[in-house]
């Protein structure tokens, strides 16, 4: 099973996961999420699979969000358009993203990611 992980290096949440990771021997395919972002059709899928409305997949408190305003844009943007908007910049991006065969994470939690894992650790 191929296990996605996809950071921002700078992030503190980021650096904690992955240390997580690390720490349980659980191999993991990383990506940069700001150099190489999820696609739309990445998105659509783990989305509709993670069963988490799409709000839980912005970064609330990044300055992207603010700045684009995105806030107010969910009552106005198609799902499809606020998706592309996602795909568009990495740092709109809840992180870390964690997406597993059968489950899709949105931030770090060990407790969840424990769960999703278990079994996975050597």
Known sequence: MEILFFQYPPCSTCRKAAQWLRDRHIEVT???IVEAPPSVEELTEW??????????FFNTSGQRYRELNVK??????????LVALLAS???LIKRPLLVTDNRVLV??????WEEALSGLSR
């Open 89 to 91: 910049d990495g740092m």
């Open 72 to 81: 107010a844009r969910f009552s106005t943007d198609s799902p499809e358009e």
């Open 107 to 112: 931030g770090f939690n060990a407790q969840q």
């Open 47 to 56: 989305i509709a699979r993670s069963g988490l409305p799409l709000q839980k």
């Open 30 to 32: 990383t990506r940069h």
